[in-house]
Each structure stands twice: as C-alpha cells, then as structure tokens.
C-alpha cells in the first residue's frame, strides 16, 4: 500500500510561483509513474504532467508547457509540482497522483489548496 | 491532444436505477480508460483501469466496456453513496486528458 501525503495550503500573489510537494511512504518510488491534476473551483479534473523516474522523461500539458516543472527525488521519495507566474485563474486544488508502471494500482494525495490572490 | 467527449453533463436517477455513463474519444485509444468517481470535497478515486477491469475494493455494481473511441461505465444498481461525478481519463498518449465529467443527482 502506497500513501501519498502532500504540503499544506499557500496563499501566493499573482506572478509568483509555488511548490507542492508529495512525499511517497511504501512502494517503490522508482517504479511509479508520477501526475500532477488540478481542480479549479466547480470546475473538472486537468492533467497537468508527469513524470517517470525510471524511464527519466517528463511530459506536461501543452497550456503548461514553460510554467510547469515536475520533479521527482529518490532520495527523498518526493516528488514536486512548481508553477510560476501565477495567476488568479491558478486558484486550484493540485493533486498528484502515483501508479504503477503495470497500471494496476494507483494512489493519490490528499489535495493541496493554492490560492492565488492579491 | 485526443479529446475525450463524455455524456451526458449530468444526469438525475434513484436509488436502485442502472446508470450509463459514455465518454468518446476523438481518435482510437485501444483499451487505454480509467473512469474516475469523485465526491464533493474529497479525492478522484479510479474505479475502472484499462476499460474494463474493476479496480480492487471497488463494488461489482460498477463495470466498463469498449475499446477504441467509444467506452461506457455503467453503475448496475445506483446505490446511495454514488451520488458523485464522474470522469474517464485517457492514458493512451501524452497529454493524459479527461473527460468533462458527470454529476449524478438524486432525482
């Protein structure tokens, strides 16, 4: 069983960035492929991107291409979600979300709040 | 990107009613699905992986078909704890992308 557990809630103002993070206990982290999904208020679920540690490529949604970077740390079992020039419009829950590579199992995070406001 | 068009937006049925629920995808994406149920103010859980499997833990109530462009979730005999929205995911190619979603209500 995988837990996935997530940083707490921020408050950013606009242009500036942000970092989720998402620690992974159990597993193994090197084997799981890595997304990130926000969810606007009211709104539906965006993929955002993901990243697989054992193959080392990432892939981001075209409308995140240049303001999304996601990493992941072995070391750590954290992986990271940072978004920059933050706009009202980025107000969101951010999820990630981890499967493994057979795509039979899959876990999620709690969810972290980013509120973006001046 | 593949589109993925689900129907319909939203739907109201009753306790013990079967429900369909159908996302259509915009070029062939083999078996490649996930269907997603999400209840107000908590986390997408999967219910379905590759079109059809049930996810474990998850009732039999709830089964998928189709391959292709063309897939369906249907909830055999709506319980209580289904009211909630649900989403297909598509995981055949980059971007990963998500249907609109469907709100089932309470009719």
């Known amino acids: 069983q995988v837990q996935l557990v997530q940083s707490g809630a921020e408050v950013k103002k606009p242009g500036s960035s942000v970092r989720v993070s998402c620690k992974a206990f159990?597993?193994?982290?090197?084997?799981?492929?890595i997304s990130w999904v926000r969810q606007a208020p009211g709104q539906g679920l965006e993929w955002m991107g993901g990243i697989t540690p054992v193959f080392g490529t990432t892939k981001y949604a075209q409308k995140f291409q240049g303001s999304v970077t996601i990493t992941a740390d072995g070391a750590t079992t954290t992986a990271y979600m940072e978004l920059s020039s933050l706009r009202s419009e980025d107000t969101a829950v951010y999820f990630c979300?981890?499967?493994?590579?057979?795509?039979?199992?899959?876990?999620w995070g709690q969810g972290t709040l980013v509120t973006v406001s001046s | 990107d593949i589109q993925m068009t689900q129907s319909p937006s939203s739907l109201s049925a009753s306790v013990g009613d079967r429900v369909t629920i159908t996302c259509r995808a915009s070029q062939g994406i083999r078996n490649d699905l996930g269907w997603y149920q999400q209840r107000p103010g908590k986390v997408p859980k999967r219910l379905i992986y590759?079109?059809?499997s049930l996810q474990s833990g998850v009732p039999s109530r709830f089964s998928g078909s189709g391959s292709g462009t063309e897939f369906t979730l249907t909830i055999s005999s709506l319980q209580p704890e289904d009211f909630a929205t649900y989403y297909c995911?598509?995981?055949?190619?980059?971007?990963?992308?998500f249907g609109g979603g469907t709100k089932v209500e309470i009719k």
């Open positions: 159990g597993g193994t982290f090197s084997s799981f492929a």
């Open positions: 590759a079109a059809s």
């Open positions: 979300g981890v499967g493994s590579l057979d795509g039979t199992s899959e876990y």
């Open positions: 995911l598509q995981q055949n190619s980059y971007p990963l992308t």
